[in-house]
């Protein structure tokens, strides 16, 4: 089964920080856009950030910008949210997804991700 794998999750202390990792398994990444997406108790999920299939565009929700940075390493087959200054609100659970439109731009819109991992929890708090 092709699984999206995310890690890296867990408890901080605002201010802090946290890298979140999305793995494949048993497919390559290379093909495919990345978004993060999360979800807080009670809420829609949202989408946080994406980077398209050659790692030349990315895109970041205003509530994450200057605070969290997307990138990704085809060799290592993952892609990663390293996540600073963290705020309380930014607890929730986080899941990456890959759309294979090949798309020279990304999308923080679900719609075009077929692919969907399990997700980690983050939770900031003091």
């Known amino acids: 089964q092709l699984q999206l794998v995310e890690s890296g999750g867990g408890l901080v202390q605002p201010g802090g920080s946290l890298r979140l990792s999305c793995t494949a398994s048993?497919?390559?990444?290379?093909?495919?856009?990345i978004g993060w997406f999360r979800q807080a108790p009670g809420k829609e999920r949202e989408g946080v950030s994406c980077?398209?299939?050659?790692?030349?565009?990315?895109n970041y929700a205003d509530s994450v910008k200057g605070r969290f940075t997307i990138s990704r390493d085809n060799t290592k087959n993952t892609v990663y949210l390293q996540m600073n200054s963290l705020k309380p609100e930014d607890t929730a659970v986080y899941y990456c997804?890959?759309?294979?439109?090949?798309?020279?731009?990304?999308?923080?819109?679900?719609?075009?991700?077929?692919?969907w991992g399990q997700g980690t929890q983050v939770t900031v708090s003091s």
């Open positions: 997804a890959a759309e294979s439109s090949r798309s020279s731009f990304c999308s923080r819109s679900e719609a075009p991700y077929d692919r």
């Open positions: 048993r497919f390559t990444l290379d093909y495919y856009g």
């Open positions: 980077i398209n299939m050659r790692g030349d565009r990315t």
